[in-house]
Every structure is written in C-alpha cells, then in structure tokens.
C-alpha cells in the first residue's frame, strides 16, 4: 500500500432500490485521497455527491466494489470496527453544524475527545486550543443559539479536527452561509488542512470555492472527471 493514501476507492458501483425502481448513482468509480491534499467536488444535483461522501466516510456501503480507508476495507469489518476506524481518522462537516443545543461551543468541541475517553483537562485544552484556531477564542461559553451562523459552522470544524482526523469529509459546509461567511469559513478550512496536514474534501455547489483547492472532481455519469 502507498502510505500516503488515506482513502483508495476502487471499482465503486452504487445502486439505490426504491421500490421497484432502481437507481444507478456511481458506478466503477475510483478515487485516491492522498494525506494532506484538498479536493473540491462539484456536479449537477442529484448527481452523487453526497452519495460518494457517505461511501467514503463508512456512512453507507458500496453495492460493488472497494473502499479502503487507512488500507481497510471498509465492507470487511465489523460495525464496531469500522465505528473505531472512522473515529481515529475521519472528521464529518455538514450543511447544517449539527451541535448539541443544549451544551457551550466548548462542550461540543471536546465531546468527541470525552468519547474516546481522554482526560476532561486534557480535552478542555485541546478543544479550547482547536475553538481559537477557528476564530472563536472569544466564544468558548457560548452555545449554539448565541453564536452567528458562520460562528455555528466554525465551532462545527472545530469538532470535526479536535481529534486530528487524517481526513476531513464536508458536505456543503457553507451551504447556509452568505458568500463573504462562506469565502471566509472555506479560506480558514484550507488554512487549516496545511497547517495540521489534514486531507479535505469538500462538496460544493460553488464552482469558485472549488477551485481553491488542490484538485477539483466533477461527479457525472456517475464517475469523478478532473475538471
Ligand atoms: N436513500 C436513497 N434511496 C433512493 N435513491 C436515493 C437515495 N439517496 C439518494 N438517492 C438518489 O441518488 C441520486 C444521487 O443523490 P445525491 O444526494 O448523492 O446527489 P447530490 O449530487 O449530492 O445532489 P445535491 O447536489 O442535490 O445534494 C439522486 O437521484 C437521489 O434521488
């Protein structure tokens, strides 16, 4: 295996029965993720997008073909297991931040270091140190419904890297924001990726955003084209 490959899709079909009717979305795709890079994927709606995400995060199984996340085939292990992999190496970013309302930008973000069993003191400063590199130093306290928009999705990065994931995978992180919050979330996202090494990848709708990034995919007829 090449170590650098964080995610090696090979061969991948994937085919939604609803009812009667079925539904070719992907079909022999491949795709490498190497560590550290960023890639944008853009295409028309309903073209697969999100389906591709949730393959390559373990959220969904291919109907054919191999997903490997860290040289593992995500079809081969158990539900615990693949649970394990994807805690230690990915980071899940999507439209809508997903915090709980009940808990401070701070509680959120060392919620996934708790689970995993770390330390409270250990976690309260990795995940204080985590809210500052996403620009909420000043908002630790605050919980969800005090936060702007923006601020939401910021604190939701900030959850997604504290456990310093090899990859982060986001599904129109900026969907809900205004184009000056979004332009400034994604700049941030990918000054983040180079500086802690992270590989990214981003859905979008926007082709500008995507073009930031080191490589840009576009899903049609079911496969991945550079575009
Ligand atoms: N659970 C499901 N059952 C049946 N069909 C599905 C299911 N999920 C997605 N699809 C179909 O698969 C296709 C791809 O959907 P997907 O959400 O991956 O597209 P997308 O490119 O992310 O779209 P958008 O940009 O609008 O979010 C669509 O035609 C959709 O209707």
Known sequence: M???VIIDCQNVAKTYQDGSLKVDVLHNMNLQIQ???SVSIIGASGSGKSTLLHLL???DQATSGKILLMGQDLGQLSQA???ALRNQNLGFVYQ???LLAEFS???NVMMPLLIGK?????AEQQATEMLAKVGLAQRIQHRPTELSGGERQRAAIARALVTRPKCLLADEPTGNLDRKNA???LDMMLDLQRDLGTALVVVTHDDELAHKFNRVLTMQDGQLQAA
């Open 96 to 98: 809508f931040h997903h």
């Open 35 to 37: 560590a550290g890079e």
């Open 2 to 4: 090449n170590n650098n």
């Open 81 to 83: 297991k693949l649970s």
């Open 183 to 185: 332009m400034n979330i």
């Open 118 to 122: 770390m330390p409270k003191a250990q």
């Open 105 to 107: 930008a701070l509680e």
């Open 57 to 59: 995060g373990g959220l």
